[in-house]
């Protein structure tokens, strides 16, 4: 791979994985590892202070803690076990937002936040992408993802498609669904197939988005 990674206007390329959280960027795995011996709350209220100018009281910390637990309808209690120790594929992901909802980042990547989800769990999920995103409008959000379940919830501002590493067509959510024809050989029936992903964007950040893909 060879380009560079520009946010905000600041070449990231080389930051470290921590320096480009401080920053404001938040990225959500497709597959959630567990890490057995770190609880979820020593986790977030480290990462928390870490990206605080102050650091943040237990109390402030419980309270908004409590708060996103109940959004997304998870069980009080994991917030005190190791992070996605024996937990669902399901649970891991709403763990994933649960992270985003404490560590309020300004850029969200979000990949595959759907999959493994049922539909009970899906529709938790996007309801709580959208209150972030209501609550916090200048943050910017990239979904990737090869299904067109979220699209139900979730109504993106752009849509992306990408084929052999490049966005090689952009529409918005109708464009998701219609048949696009051929792009260089390849037979592109429609854009959900395992073999072709699909970015959603949230509000600003495409040209960066573009950049970082193209280059």
């Known amino acids: 791979l ?5 946010f905000n206007s600041e070449d990231i390329t080389n930051l470290e994985v921590d320096e480009r959280s401080r920053k404001g960027i938040f ?39 409590e708060s996103s637990v109940k959004d997304l309808e998870i069980k009080n209690n994991i917030i005190h076990k190791s992070i996605n120790d024996g937990s669902s594929g399901g649970e891991r992901k709403k ?24 539909v009970d769990s899906l529709r938790i999920v996007s309801e709580n992408i959208n209150k972030y995103k209501l609550e916090n409008p200048n943050t910017s959000i990239l979904i990737i993802t090869h299904y067109p379940r979220i699209l139900e919830y979730i109504e993106p501002d752009y849509v992306h498609m990408m084929v052999g590493g490049k966005i090689v067509k952009t529409g918005n959510k109708d464009f998701a669904y219609v048949s696009v024809g051929f792009y260089n050989g390849i037979d592109i029936k429609y854009y959900f197939n395992e073999s072709i992903p699909v970015i959603y964007l949230f509000n600003g950040y495409a040209h960066i988005i573009k950049s970082l893909l193209y280059d």
Do not use: H, W, Y
């Open 27 to 65: 990225l959500s795995m497709q597959n959630p590892i567990s890490i057995e011996g770190v609880t979820n709350s020593e986790f977030l209220r480290t990462a928390l202070n870490a990206r605080s100018e102050e650091t943040v009281s237990l109390f402030d910390f419980i309270k908004v803690v």
């Open 95 to 118: 763990n994933e937002v649960l992270q985003m909802k404490i560590l309020k980042p300004s850029f969200v990547i979000l990949d595959e936040v759907d999959s493994g989800l049922d």
């Open 2 to 6: 060879s380009g560079s990674i520009f």
